[in-house]
């Protein structure tokens, strides 16, 4: 059983930053990716930066030069540094992890971007 939990989401004025955090406990043996997906109200849930064990990183191209995703395969952990936050990146924010073959998600955490 593993088990994915995040932090860091909270409300933020335009242009702020925010810090996720997650981290994944549980029998892994090995992880093969890790990565944040956001679900806005009415619409699917969407990619926003993924980064896999071979060393590749992508990014949706909305937040291309705004977020960075780090991450420490030894302690199955993984961040978003969210920079320059904007109204439309208001979302609930996912973490995946995925050791092996499988998909593990987190339970969300919100992050509201107002004035």
């Known amino acids: 059983q593993v088990q994915v939990l995040e932090s860091g989401g909270g409300s933020v004025q335009p242009g702020g930053s925010l810090r996720l955090s997650c981290a994944a406990s549980?029998?892994?043996?090995?992880?093969?990716?890790m990565g944040w997906y956001r679900q806005a109200p009415g619409k699917e849930r969407e990619m926003v930066a993924r980064?896999?064990?071979?060393?590749?990183?992508n990014y949706a191209d909305s937040v291309k030069g705004r977020f960075t995703i780090s991450g420490d395969y030894a302690k199955n952990t993984v961040y978003l540094q969210m920079n320059s936050l904007k109204p439309e990146d208001t979302a609930v924010y996912y973490c995946?992890?995925?050791?092996?073959?499988?998909?593990?998600w987190g339970q969300g955490t919100q992050v509201t971007v107002s004035s």
């Open positions: 980064m896999r064990s071979i060393g590749t990183t």
């Open positions: 995946l992890q995925s050791p092996g073959a499988s998909n593990y």
């Open positions: 549980g029998t892994i043996f090995s992880m093969n990716a």
